[in-house]
T-cell receptor, first 110, second 115 residues
Framework: QKEVEQDPGPLSVPEGAIVSLNCTYS??????FMWYRQYSRKGPELLMY????GNKEDGRFTAQVDKSSKYISLFIRDSQPSDSATYLC??????????FGAGTTVTVRA | GAVVSQHPSWVICKSGTSVKIECRSL??????MFWYRQFPKQSLMLMAT?????????EQGVEKDKFLINHASLTLSTLTVTSAHPEDSSFYIC???????????FGPGTRLTVT
């Protein structure tokens, strides 16, 4: 069993729809949770960073963490074609080492 | 802030030759740098972690004699793929962290094709 599970998709939505992405994990030692966006042939870009359970909002993006269920989510409201990318969840314990999900490929249709 | 660059962005080399990839932190001092590889439609796989002035720590299964990592300064780390073979063709991405925070900032990646 992988430490971090993420459905690779692909996920296709119409412009303006809400995109819902999620990851589950098995290691209860993970404390920090991140979402990265990766465009084709580019490096990952940090979108959201959360520490505790609950919600965190940044513009059109909302990250949720439920440590009791070992489940994290990312919601993108009013999706745009420019949001088309691969979204990677990542998490770590108290040190540097990141554990990544497989990434979900999202296409927002104009 | 927190910009990381990589050079070259893509490289093609012949089998048996060596290739060096540079990773630079442009606006902060990177006490720790990381090297990942990513195959098509797969996630990032950590290859090694390097601290400035120290030997790199390699992940299990990564050949340290094949993937030479040097972190000689607080702004530069290099990855040399020695005696490259077609199976080494991949997307190599570096990231960097400062001493103040554990967050990693990623470079744009280098696409290596070995013919």
């Amino acid at each position: 069993q992988k430490e971090v599970e993420q459905d690779p998709g692909p996920l296709s939505v119409p412009e303006g729809a809400i995109v819902s992405l999620n990851c589950t994990y098995s290691n209860s030692a993970f404390q920090y949770f991140m979402w990265y966006r990766q465009y084709s042939r580019k490096g990952p870009e940090l979108l959201m960073y959360t520490y505790s359970s609950g919600n965190k909002e940044d513009g059109r993006f909302t990250a949720q963490v439920d440590k009791s269920s070992k489940y994290i989510s990312l919601f993108i409201r009013d999706s745009q074609p420019s949001d088309s990318a691969t979204y990677l969840c990542a998490m770590r314990r108290g040190d540097y080492k990141l554990s990544f999900g497989a990434g979900t490929t999202v296409t927002v249709r104009a | 802030g927190a910009v990381v660059s990589q050079h070259p962005s893509w490289v093609i080399c012949k089998s048996g030759t060596s290739v060096k990839i540079e990773c630079r932190s442009l606006d902060f001092q990177a006490t720790t740098m990381f090297w990942y590889r990513q195959f098509p439609k797969q996630s990032l796989m950590l290859m090694a972690t390097s601290n400035e002035g120290s030997k790199a720590t390699y992940e299990q299964g990564v050949e340290k004699d094949k993937f030479l990592i040097n972190h000689a300064s607080l702004t530069l780390s290099t990855l040399t793929v020695t005696s490259a073979h077609p199976e080494d063709s991949s997307f190599y991405i570096c990231s960097a962290s400062s001493a103040r925070a554990y967050e990693q900032y990623f470079g744009p990646g280098t696409r290596l094709t070995v013919t």
